[in-house]
């Protein structure tokens, strides 16, 4: 405890990890600005167009009941306008105190002195926890994450309603339905404009596709004739493919048409929404726990952790159980392709030597261990790979 209490907590190199924790509600806030934006010139033009009409029916002499009834129309629009700004309005808000939330938690850091004070241990629990919401969210488990975020009271500092439709919108794809996810691309195509990216074509291919496979001959050629064609100098090969789908049938065995038929044409599009919907909000692709665990599993990783003499679990004759995290079941894996920890100092055993096969261990150790494997008189046991050579054989090693 001493040692860590010596440690001065840095907060920037904290923050690195808590980048989509402020960025997303600046997103959302932006498109939210974007959509009052639009709907208010849109009813603006509308309405001054509706009062010059009206103006012009009454300097012309007419019934005053159409004069009433264009103005009555256009109270209607902007009553409809009103209570279509305050769900803005209300949705600002929310994004409003969630952003207040999120930096006074990141705030907090500023406060801690040392990595032993007790508001530290608070505030990585926090963290923690929001972490866990998010890989839950991210897995599809939306009844669970709501449950932890709502039992730990960090609903401000997760974001429950971002992970939950776009897994409606995935799992609809999934299933075969292009419906919610085509209105989702319309209510962000000025946003997707600017990042480019192939979904809402893909969907539109994934249409005119299934008009061929239902025999709706007619209207694939106009959705083609409106969606693909004018995509010709963009997506050339898929809009040729569409053209020479209407000579296979569903039931084909010749690529690429047969794929395009295929149900995993539908996983294809629906990891290319997630896709779409991460770099749209900054999102990172991967789970935040798993970046989080890899800087520690990073930190502790040798060429060890991988070798197939590793533990007793994975060979054995080995006389070892190792208790290095990175050599678990449960981590293994995940660190395979991560680099490894820079290490300044080598630690090296006492009177150290080398058995045939490469392995160095300390003379004493070995001997040790032998011993305890009840090996024969002149022969020595490696410990970690089980193999027996004649003690005559090692060699000692000299550090240089």
């Given amino acids: 405890m001493d040692e860590f209490a010596s440690i001065k907590l840095n907060a920037e190199n904290h923050l690195l990890l808590e980048q989509p924790l402020l960025r997303l509600p600046l997103e959302l806030s932006r498109r939210n600005?974007?959509?009052?934006?639009?709907?208010?010139?849109?009813?603006?033009?509308?309405?001054?167009?509706?009062?010059?009409?009206?103006?012009?029916?009454?300097?012309?002499?007419?019934d005053a009941g159409q004069t009433v009834a264009r103005l009555d129309?256009?109270?209607?629009?902007?009553?409809?306008?009103k209570r279509k700004m305050e769900l803005m309005y209300e949705e600002e808000k929310k994004l409003g105190q969630q952003t207040r939330q999120r930096i006074e938690h990141l705030r907090d850091l500023y406060d801690i002195p040392s990595l032993a004070d007790v508001k530290y241990d608070e505030w990585s629990r926090i963290r923690l926890n929001r972490l866990l919401v998010d890989y839950l969210l991210r897995m599809g488990y939306s009844e669970s994450a709501k449950a932890l975020a709502a039992e730990k009271g960090i609903a401000d500092l997760v974001d429950l309603d971002v992970f939950i439709q776009c897994h409606k919108i995935e799992n609809s794809l999934r299933n075969g339905g292009t419906a919610d996810a085509l209105a989702w691309c319309a209510e962000h195509k000025p946003l997707m404009k600017k990042t480019g990216g192939s979904l809402e074509f893909e969907l539109r291919f994934q249409q005119y596709i299934d008009f061929r496979r239902e025999e709706r001959l007619v209207e694939a050629r106009a959705h083609a004739l409106r969606y693909l064609s004018p995509q010709l100098g963009t997506y050339p090969t898929q809009v040729h493919q569409a053209a020479g789908l209407l000579a296979f049938p569903p039931n084909t065995k010749a690529e690429p048409y047969k794929m395009l038929y295929s149900r995993e044409r539908w996983e294809r599009l629906a990891g290319l929404f997630v896709k779409t919907h991460h770099e749209l909000f900054s999102l990172p692709n991967r789970p935040l726990l798993h970046i989080a665990l890899s800087a520690g599993l990073s930190a502790l990783k040798t060429p060890s952790c991988h070798s197939?003499?590793?533990?007793s679990s994975a060979n054995a004759g080995s006389a070892i159980t190792t208790v290095c995290p990175i050599c678990s079941e449960e981590l293994n894996?995940?660190?395979?392709?991560?680099?490894?920890?820079?290490h300044s100092k080598s630690f090296v055993e006492n009177d150290p030597v080398v058995l045939p096969n490469g392995r160095i261990y300390g003379r004493d150790r070995l001997m040790q261990m032998t011993e305890k494997l009840g090996s024969r008189r002149g022969e020595v046991r490696d410990p970690t790979t089980g193999e027996i050579f004649k003690e005559a054989d090692i060699r000692k090693v000299y550090i240089s």
Avoid at 308 to 311: A, D, G, H, I, L
Avoid at 333 to 342: G, K, N, Q, S, T
């Fill in 333 to 342: 894996e995940l660190a395979r392709d991560l680099p490894y920890a820079h």
């Fill in 308 to 311: 197939k003499f590793t533990s």
């Fill in 33 to 62: 600005f974007k959509l009052v934006q639009r709907s208010f010139e849109r009813e603006k033009e509308v309405l001054l167009k509706s009062i010059k009409d009206a103006a012009n029916l009454a300097q012309a002499g007419a």
């Fill in 73 to 81: 129309t256009m109270i209607g629009r902007l009553n409809a306008l």
